[in-house]
């Protein structure tokens, strides 16, 4: 069964830090790109960060960009997102998803649809 299950949410205060852990299992992760999501409540989904596993190319929305990294371990099957300097607006559930689609260089594109698998998310929440 291939499944991929987050972990690492939790509840931080302002320019805390917290690192996400993406789990896959049944398949290799080596074999995808990686995309992590947010979606905060009341709001679309939206596209943080992914990494290519071919080039090693990462790439970020300018949201997220200097704060957040992203990175594998493919021994572990797991890719991570360290996400420092938190802002109350960084809030939402935190999704991996993989897929064949290209994580490249330059203006961040690594949208949503036609990823294969997705995990179930994990909370974040960023408040004083």
């Known amino acids: 069964q291939y499944q991929l299950v987050e972990s690492g949410g939790g509840s931080v205060q302002p320019g805390g830090s917290l690192r996400l852990s993406c789990l896959a299992s049944?398949?290799?992760?080596?074999?995808?790109?990686i995309g992590w999501f947010r979606q905060a409540p009341g709001k679309e989904r939206e596209g943080v960060s992914c990494?290519?596993?071919?080039?090693?190319?990462?790439n970020y929305a300018d949201s997220v960009k200097g704060r957040f990294t992203i990175y594998k371990d493919d021994a572990k099957n797991t890719v991570y997102l360290q996400m420092t300097s938190l802002k109350p607006e960084d809030t939402a559930v935190y999704y991996c998803?993989?897929?064949?689609?290209?994580?490249?260089?330059?203006?961040?594109?690594?949208?949503?649809?036609?990823?294969?698998?997705w995990g179930e998310g994990t909370e974040v929440t960023v408040s004083p």
């Open positions: 998803a993989v897929g064949l689609r290209d994580c490249a260089a330059g203006p961040y594109y690594f949208p949503a649809n036609n990823l294969d698998y």
């Open positions: 049944g398949f290799r992760l080596n074999y995808y790109n």
């Open positions: 990494i290519n596993s071919g080039t090693g190319i990462t």
